[in-house]
């Protein structure tokens, strides 16, 4: 049981009672404006009658069209708190409004150690701060443990969101994405009602890549250059003018040239 304190300043004006006992949590915060930043203490009692009480905190509410906005990205935590820690420091250093992740937050999203020993202590001094947009990556197993530990739109495997000027859709390509697929004629029908200036996808596996190791060993013959399932994503992308795609899976830094029709342009 306990109680969540927020308000625009750390002197708080608002709170929430947890009154009914429970392991797993959340709250929801009512009447929050636009792109304002808010402070908030979380406050708990165990069953043993422990006293936990989380540092002042802070987040930043989304931001509306005509709104500059700033992100990061950060891709593949999985199994190593210690570096993730580091480069969570780094972001939070740039005071970013939210988090792009573009999945493998763990290593083995079925074991629930990799997320309360691992993922969440590398991640926290972000992650209490600054909102995370997720999507799955192979690594995370379509686990119960990624839908009970994020609050995502339904259906959560994908969804969309927008900040300031930018629409975001975000795909799961561990599932079918063939154009007959689920979210393939989902993601046609919201990039075709998108009127946002900016459209990003993010998935995790990458269309193209020149990585020799997933996508095959292009020391000793020709590879698939990027994973062919998601590449048939790709036509959405041009005929909605995406402007940018995210990907995660690779561990290490690609960009491609701009790229219409499966050639570079």
Sequence with gaps: TGQVRFGETATFDRTIILETPGMLREVRLDGLRPDEPYFYQVTLEDDSGQRLESDVLSFQTAAPRGTPIVFA???DTQDNPAVASQLASHIWDQRPGFLIHPGDLTGTGSRKGDWTEEFFPGMNGLLSRVTMYPVLGNHEQDARHY?????????EYFYRFSQG???????DTNREVSPESEQYRWLDRELAASTAPWKFVVHHHPPYSSDENDYGNT???RGARG???????????????????FNGHIHSYERTWPIAAGRVV
Excluded: K
């Design 147 to 155: 839908y009970r530990y994020m609050s995502l739109p339904d259906p």
């Design 73 to 75: 990205i950060l891709s």
């Design 165 to 171: 000027d930018a629409d975001f859709f975000m795909i």
């Design 227 to 245: 994973d062919l399932r998601a590449r048939a994503l790709t036509e959405l992308y041009d005929r909605h003018g995406v402007d940018v795609v």
């Design 219 to 221: 020391w000793t013959g």
